[in-house]
């Protein structure tokens, strides 16, 4: 098998995760760093070996020609960077947010498929040992059918303002300029979850945002922390999403509903809950499901243990899991391991939350091309608009 | 005011991180000396809570001008550097990745040399580095650390984000000193305390477990008060003829690990434990022998080049501070403490 050949643009902090991932992998070797900023590149090289370091990505791509591309960098430069990069004959691997528009997403994936190339987004986080699982499970029919309903919570916990003081203190800071702010970079993987089980034409999404009391007190101005959206595709199918900075203990958690059984996933405890329909009798009802819940989370428990021991619990799993799947589709130029339908879709539930907490000009929502078949008349329609007039 | 230093008061100096922990100190001794023509340079987050308090003491401060911007912007570093005589840098991020700290630490450094250089009337650029910047890896227990002991050759294996910027901070201002002749000094302060900083330095213990765990046994700490070190800081900006000099910031009285774990646990009692360094040593190096088995599966933040950069003991000297700067401490260890303690009644 051929060793592939890695070159990774952006060289800030999510690289290390990506290299570190990257070393665990077989058959490919990082061989090039690339940062406009030389220095951050040489820092990366330097802690890693990687034998070239360049601070232009054309030059980069013409020397040492990459068989894959890992971008790295703040979202404002993927779209012309993965479009290098797949014009250059590289696969691309890129961060999340993919784009910063649906509209660039669509444009770069056009733009893989054309070159036959292949293209990801950063979504690690689905390819989790419990996500996975739960994959499994849905795929074997667990649920009874198509899903029903599914849920996200996704939180981010302000206490370390190492990452929201620097945004915070300055208006040009990237994350300020992206259209949906603190959110545009911190709730795809959330919205990704959703968008694996929905349709590609959803009719509603209704958004509430506010600011939260701790944001406000570190001086976030306009930007907004505290995100719930209600979603519903053309089949039927339902979602939720719930972003907080406030919630505690922190929320990650993914529950997918079916007719028959749910299943339940939490993140932050790498635990999975299959959650039956069975009915028991009189007072069974009260006994018997908790203990089987506590059998799960008991067995959910051990096994973990035991994948620590064997050293298979790296908390970055997702993220080696993806690299690896991404990599292998290339070899055996099989479907990449996240669809191209999810991330699009993904992109575009995000630009239209974007659109709604943070609208631009007297733009209204209406005039939303991704909203096929809007109902105004329900209760969630008249809801959004009630939301947009506060928003306004 | 003493007329041999190598500013006179109407001359700017920019301190940066000026409302930090030591910088706001930094800002305080510059009046003290005389020189009201400062430029503070602070976050733009930053509430100055430090810096007002400072400001408000001195009613000769009122020339003092405070900027507030991201000094990795080269457009604001511009805007600090304008007409500055004398650069004091104390700025540093504390990001616990080592991309992010070496962005907060060397790039940062690199922006506001440069506008120094091209806007400034460099007269002195003092890096404000850190004792982190050392190893005593291959020195034997108790041995001597001071300004010629070697510098960490692998912070990467030592997990220290923050020293690994502040090494790559330092050979970055020594190479803007040979190559485009920047005037220069380093100063490496030890472990510095005082109020305003509640914390025990990590060369007395770890509080990761949910309860105090005492490693630094009997080793004499690099301790200096903030007041102190700050006044270091200032003579380094000031002193003429010590371009290119390097020197350790520690006080002159010295105080155990177990004596400063003991006045602190009287101001505010709280549970620990005593780990013996060879113990301590043994279980960083399990650690480290774990985490490369799995494959960072537990990242190696327990290792040998911490265990004895942090616990195996020196001994240090402040005689290059003395001699070179004509530094004195002007508050003693037992008034230090009694400050420093006061915090937590």
Known sequence: MNTLRIAIIGCGKIADQHIAAIRRISNCEVVAACDREELMARQLAERFNIVSVFSDAQQMLKAAFPDVVHITTPPQGHFLLAKQCLEAGSHVYLEKPFTVTAAEAEELIALAEYKNLKITAGHNYQFAPEMVQMRRLVADGFLGGKPLHVESYWAYDLGDTSYVGPLLGSKTHWVRQLPGQLYHNLISHGIARLAEFLDKEISNITVLSHQSQKLKSLGGQEVQDELRVLIRDQSGTTAFFCFSTQIKPALNFFRICGAKNSIAVDFTGGDLICCDSKSYKSYLTYFIPPLKNARQHFWNGLSNIFNFLRGRLHQDFGMKELIERFYQSIRDKSAPPISYREIILTAKIMDEIFKQVYPPGAASPESSPFLKNEIRADHIGKERAIVLRQNA | ?345
């Not at chain 2, 992010?100 to 002195?124: C, D, H, V, W, Y």
């Not at chain 2, 006080?251 to 177990?258: A, F, G, I, L, V």
């Not at chain 2, 985490?291 to 327990?302: I, N, T, Y």
Request: glycine share 8%.
């Open chain 2, 1 to 345: 005011m003493n007329t041999s230093y190598t500013v006179t008061p109407d001359e700017s100096i920019l301190v940066t991180g000026s409302n930090g922990f030591i910088g706001a100190r930094v800002v305080e001794t510059l009046l003290e000396y005389g020189f009201f023509n400062l430029r503070c340079f602070v976050r733009p987050s930053s509430r100055l809570e430090n810096l007002k308090i400072i400001l408000a003491r001195h009613p000769g401060s009122k020339s003092v001008e405070v900027i507030s911007g991201d000094l990795l912007s080269r457009e604001n570093c511009r805007k600090a550097a304008q007409g500055i005589s004398i650069a004091i840098h104390l700025a540093a991020g504390f990001d616990k990745s080592f991309a992010g700290a070496f962005m907060n630490s060397a790039l940062a450094t690199r922006n506001l040399i440069e506008a120094f250089l091209e806007l400034g009337q460099p007269k002195r650029f003092v890096n404000v580095s850190s004792f982190a910047v050392y190893s005593n890896l291959k020195m034997e227990r108790g041995a001597l650390l001071d300004e010629n002991s070697p510098l960490e050759d692998a912070p990467q294996e030592r997990y220290d984000a923050y020293g690994f910027g502040k090494l790559k901070q330092e050979e970055l201002v020594r190479e803007y000193g040979q190559k485009r002749g920047l005037p220069y000094v380093i100063v490496r302060p030890g472990a510095v305390f005082g109020p305003g900083k509640a914390d025990l330095s990590g060369r007395v213990g770890i509080n990761t477990f949910g309860f105090f765990i005492h490693l630094g046994g009997s080793n004499e700490l690099p301790l200096t008060y903030v007041d102190n070190c700050a006044e270091a800081i200032v003579l380094a900006a000031l002193k003429p003829g010590v371009d290119g000099e390097i020197f350790n910031v520690v006080d002159d009285e010295k105080m155990t690990s177990r004596e400063f774990l003991s006045a602190c646990k009287s101001a505010k009692n709280f549970f620990s434990i005593s780990v013996p360094f060879p113990l301590a040593y043994l279980g960083c190096q399990l650690w480290e022998t774990y985490s490369r088995r799995s494959q960072g599966q537990l990242p190696p933040v327990f290792n040998r080049r911490r265990a004895s950069a942090e616990w195996k003991g020196n001994h240090y000297s402040n005689e290059k501070l003395r001699t070179r700067l004509g530094w004195k401490p002007k508050v003693k260890m037992a008034d230090a403490m009694k400050r420093f303690l006061s915090q937590s009644e």
